[in-house]
């Protein structure tokens, strides 16, 4: 009777071990599988990157801001957003930085939890392009792989340069206003950097701006630093290769969709165009959801 009790058990413990084995073994082939997906992703969206940019201009550097505004007065809501000017010679582009920032977290901490606490986590797909001989201005934005032009003129700011100065970082800068868009506006420009650039169409000084404020505080963008090449992410300034079919007059209607919708199926909900195949480059974000949809302040009152 022992000896069977033994037999027994050493079978059931034969048997858990080769279940065990089999286990592990099974666990190990599924961490293998799925590496070897996450890492054929990664392929794929470097192609399609490398092809996405292969026209693209490269930026110099880059001056990033850290936006503030008081979006809806009435419900005191404030969006926050890490914004980022890219500057060349011939052509400048004010976007969000927040793929920049997360791509450089990522190539600093490849096995880390969490995100760069240093970033806002908004992303807004608006682009402005701005050719500084020409004084060209193009405004952009994109939901998913749709891009909008939304404006395209002449910028034609009228600044008042003044003798106050300040230091902004390590940088000496001067200080000039402007009334436009039914505020009035102080920005801070510095010639210590190289060429000329600004945030979103406070363009026309003859420096690169660091710091822009309205006379009320509510809408800011402050100097948080300088953006530069590293190794793996460069820094490409891309004007879209096309624009939207869709009529620009159903744009609100198609952000609020995209606000508002689940990001999977809002394409077809929106009943404008159908729902797109394949993967696209990291550029394809949505847009910064329901706060785009109400803003009772807004940063151009007239």
Sequence with gaps: MKKTIFTTILLLALGFSASAQNHGGRNRQGQEDREAKAKEMQAKMKEEANAYYANADTAEYGVRYRMKYLFNKEQDLTFEEDRVVLITPKVTLDQSYEGIGETRWILKNPNGQGGDTSLAY????????????????????????????????????????????????????????????GREWTAWFTNDLPHVGAPRDFNGLPGVVLEVTDKDNEVRWMFNGLVNHIEGDTLFIKYPDRFTDIPLERFPKVLRISATCDQSNYMQTAGIYDKQKGSYPLKYRPSTGIDACLIDNPIEKE
């Design 122 to 181: 908004h992303l807004t797909p608006d682009y402005y392009f701005f050719y500084p001989s020409s004084g060209r201005k193009v405004n952009t934005y994109r939901i998913i792989s749709e891009e909008f032009k939304l404006k395209d003129f002449t910028c034609d700011n009228k600044w008042n340069i003044t003798d106050e100065e300040k230091t902004i970082g390590e940088y000496k800068c001067r200080k000039a206003t402007i009334t436009k868009g």
